[in-house]
């Protein structure tokens, strides 16, 4: 996609440490003390709001691999038919309510679509504790 874009290899490259830095410092303020979940040999259904490019669900599915997840079910309110088609094959089931041929948003298929705060995120971390 990045080259479709138009953009350079070493702005890329730029662009995916920047990305990096900053992700792995807000896991560290989101996460606190807390270590990773435990997936191990286990069947994890993962949750997302909907899919659009798959980008966000495939790094959380090989992420769940990589800790070693006995299953990993993805479960969601909708996706669009062409990402569905690319990334199934990587989910032991996908259920989705509805697939979209016409996609260009996950906020298109809600009345309201806010973004989940830090603070939301944070909560729901210490209540899993």
């Known amino acids: 996609m990045i080259e479709?874009?138009?953009v350079s290899k070493v702005e890329s490259s730029k662009f995916k440490v920047q990305s990096s830095k900053e992700r792995k410092e807000?896991?560290?303020?989101?996460?606190?003390?807390?270590?990773?979940?435990n997936a191990k040999e286990k069947a994890v259904i993962l949750v997302d709001d909907g899919v659009a490019t798959g980008a966000?669900?495939?790094?959380?599915?090989?992420?769940l691999e990589k800790m070693g997840a006995a299953r990993v079910i993805l479960a969601i309110p909708v996706i669009s038919?062409?990402?569905?088609?690319?990334?199934k094959r990587y989910f032991?089931?996908?259920i989705a309510l509805s697939v979209e041929e016409e996609f260009y948003?996950?906020?298109?298929?809600?009345k309201e679509f806010p973004q989940v705060t830090d603070?939301?995120?944070?909560k729901l971390l210490e209540a899993r504790d």
């Open 4 to 6: 479709r874009l138009g």
């Open 26 to 37: 807000r896991e560290k303020a989101l996460r606190k003390e807390r270590g990773p979940i």
């Open 56 to 63: 966000t669900v495939m790094a959380a599915q090989k992420a």
């Open 81 to 87: 038919k062409e990402t569905l088609n690319d990334i």
């Open 92 to 94: 032991d089931k996908v």
């Open 105 to 110: 948003a996950v906020g298109q298929f809600y």
């Open 119 to 122: 603070q939301e995120v944070i």
